[in-house]
């Protein structure tokens, strides 16, 4: 089977950086996702690495090392809106995802 | 605008009812998929359908069952609700890696 760990909880002041990171474990996978969700809300997708190296998306940036089974996402320019659950998950065949449990990431004044 | 819409937001039932819960996409996706949500947990994947009439377990399938009549509409039901089902159900489509979420259906069994 697969699986992710990440932390369960992150704390950062407005306006600095934060990195969360995602260890998994897997057999194959065609790429790791970010995704984000509000208190009450829906996921929603953030960025997709389907090879390794960084992709980068406005202040959001996320990273795939496969040799190393690892990802992170990076957040810049923290802001109070940020503050939400980040899931990272593993993409496998027919697109299906397998999540991790989820980062809370509080952001502070 | 994409959109995947689910029937209900909150839903009480008790326990032994057969519990259907709809999902609609207007993306034409092909792929659908349904989760539940639990603290602690993340989302889990209950079941996939890659096509009309087409459907595979996902991990957790147990106690559920699903259909999908038409492209658009993934159903997922309960056939005898127990607690251990309350949970929040959230429904999914794609065609690529970026999944569509529907707003979830929080589910509380009695």
């Known amino acids: 089977g697969q699986s992710l760990e990440q932390p369960s909880e992150v704390t950062a002041v407005e306006g600095a950086i934060v990195q969360i990171n995602c260890t998994y474990q897997t057999s194959g996978f065609y790429g790791l996702s970010w995704y984000q969700q509000h208190d009450g809300g829906a996921p929603t997708f953030l960025s997709y690495?389907?090879?390794?190296g960084l992709e980068e998306t406005g202040r959001f940036s996320s990273f795939l090392s496969r040799s190393d089974s690892y990802g992170y996402l990076l957040l810049q320019e923290l802001q109070m809106k940020d503050s939400a659950s980040y899931f990272c998950?593993?993409?496998?065949?027919?697109?299906?995802?397998?999540f991790g449990t989820g980062t809370q990431l509080k952001v502070e004044l | 605008d994409v959109k995947v819409t689910q029937s209900s937001r909150y839903l009480v039932k008790r326990t032994g009812e057969k519990v259907f819960l709809e999902c609609v996409q207007d993306?034409?996706?092909?792929?659908m998929f349904w989760y539940r949500q639990d603290p602690g947990l993340g989302l889990r994947l209950i079941y996939f359908?890659?096509?009309?009439?087409?459907?595979e377990k996902g991990d957790i399938p147990e106690g559920y069952s699903v259909s999908r009549e038409k492209k658009e509409r993934f159903s997922l039901i309960l056939e005898s609700a127990s607690t251990n089902q309350t949970s929040m159900y959230l429904c999914?489509?794609?065609?690529?890696?970026?999944?569509?979420f529907g707003p979830g259906t929080r589910l509380t069994v009695t």
């Open positions: 999914a489509s794609t065609t690529a890696y970026e999944q569509y």
């Open positions: 359908s890659y096509d009309v009439k087409m459907k």
């Open positions: 993306m034409d996706h092909e792929n």
């Open positions: 690495n389907g090879l390794d």
């Open positions: 998950a593993l993409t496998g065949g027919g697109n299906k995802l397998t």
